[in-house]
Structure formats: structure tokens, C-alpha cells
């Protein structure tokens, strides 16, 4: 079965993310694998690397496998920064 793909778009910041948080909530209803495309954001602080945690946790509490595809390289770099590599290095795709 093929994943689910949920695009995000523009900024997942401060400012964005409680939307983001609302907006993802049935995301994780149902089964099968996840699969969230941030090839579309073009900016992100921690709360935006918070929110792909929170994201990841729920996943895990449905039993869902979660995939981030098109991971930008600022967040790659707030990845690697706040030490999260193994956290989410199995998460990440191309």
C-alpha cells in the first residue's frame, strides 16, 4: 500500500505551527503509512522541528510508520544542530 502524503507548505515556525498542530490532527486516524512532504517549506524554526517530534510521536501512538520526504536543508541543519539525527534519521527520506 502506498503512503499517505500530506504537503506542507511555507513557514513552520512560532507563529505557524499551532495552525500546522490543528490542521494534522486526522492526519494520524486510520492505518497504513504516513508519508509528510516538506519540500514546500521554505523556512522553519524549533517549534517547526517541535511539531515533526509531535508528529512522530503520534504516529508511533497509531501504529503508523511516518516518513518525512524533501526535507529543506535548513531543516536538516536544525536537525543536526539540536542532535536529533537519531531521533529522526528514521523518518527521513530523500
Same mark, same amino acid.
Given at each position: 500500500?502506498?503512503?499517505?502524503?500530506?504537503?506542507?507548505? =511555507?513557514? +513552520?515556525?512560532? *507563529?505557524?505551527?499551532?495552525?500546522?498542530?490543528?490542521? %494534522? &490532527? !486526522?492526519?494520524?486516524?486510520?492505518? =497504513?503509512? +504516513?508519508?509528510? *512532504?516538506?519540500?514546500?517549506?521554505?523556512?522553519?524554526? %524549533? &517549534? !517547526?522541528?517541535?511539531?515533526?517530534?509531535?508528529? +512522530?510521536?503520534?504516529?508511533?501512538?497509531?501504529?503508523?510508520?511516518?516518513?518525512? &520526504?524533501?526535507?529543506?536543508?535548513?531543516?536538516?541543519? +536544525?536537525?543536526?544542530?539540536?542532535?536529533?539525527?537519531?531521533?529522526?534519521?528514521? &523518518?527521513?527520506?530523500?
Amino acid at each position: 500500500m502506498d503512503a499517505v502524503r500530506h504537503p506542507v507548505t =511555507g513557514v +513552520l515556525t512560532f *507563529d505557524t505551527v499551532p495552525d500546522w498542530f490543528r490542521q %494534522s &490532527a !486526522g492526519w494520524f486516524a486510520g492505518s =497504513g503509512d +504516513l508519508l509528510i *512532504d516538506l519540500g514546500g517549506v521554505t523556512r522553519a524554526d %524549533s &517549534a !517547526g522541528l517541535a511539531l515533526m517530534l509531535e508528529w +512522530l510521536r503520534r504516529a508511533r501512538a497509531a501504529n503508523r510508520t511516518l516518513r518525512f &520526504a524533501s526535507v529543506p536543508d535548513q531543516v536538516q541543519t +536544525l536537525i543536526r544542530i539540536n542532535g536529533l539525527q537519531d531521533a529522526l534519521s528514521g &523518518a527521513q527520506t530523500s
